[in-house]
């Protein structure tokens, strides 16, 4: 009778066993979403784009915000950082807003764009920059190292037709491939 009973309680007693002993003590953090407002707009419109592709990302333990301390943005615009043994407990993505070349003076999409890297790096995982490029010298990513003008229309033009350098059309490719890194070359890229 008590082998029966050991033995119909052998799986329950199992997971138990596994859920209290084998969870890191980081997961007992608390969730966090804390949303700089002036960067709200570009991070709702990520996740956004995320569900319209069926792709359910988690909002937990986010923290988007502006750059505190710039010494450490001398040669970058954003960055993300993670717990590297739990990425997922700790998410913080920092803007560099202060600096001129990387959002003063750039367009609303070059914002998106810098803001969507970030967020593919802490979100999507991807952690590595991608920097090759198709046959017109275009990025084949979001995820290029420096991702200014991907999908921006031209803020100074010196040509009578402004359209040449109008490249919001090619949004669509640069999000697709954020989320899918399979995403077939654009007909504008060859």
Known sequence: MTFNLLKSLKWPLLILVLTIC???????EPSVYNIDPSLA??????????ISRGI???????????ATNTSDFT????????????????RTVEINMASSP??????ENDKEALVFHELGHCLLYRIAHKNDTFADGSPKSIMVANNTDLYGPCIYVFDENP???????????????????????PSWAK
């Open 22 to 28: 084998c969870k890191p003590e980081e997961i007992n």
């Open 41 to 50: 707009k570009y991070v709702d419109k990520f996740f956004e784009e995320a």
């Open 56 to 66: 359910r990302i988690s909002k937990e333990n986010l923290i988007v915000k502006p």
């Open 75 to 90: 040669d970058i615009c954003g960055k993300c950082t993670q717990n590297t043994k739990f990425p997922e407990l700790q």
């Open 102 to 107: 990387c959002w003063k003076n750039i367009s």
């Open 163 to 185: 359209t040449l350098c109008n490249k919001t059309a090619r949004r669509k490719y640069y999000i697709d491939e954020l989320f899918d890194e399979k995403t077939a070359a």
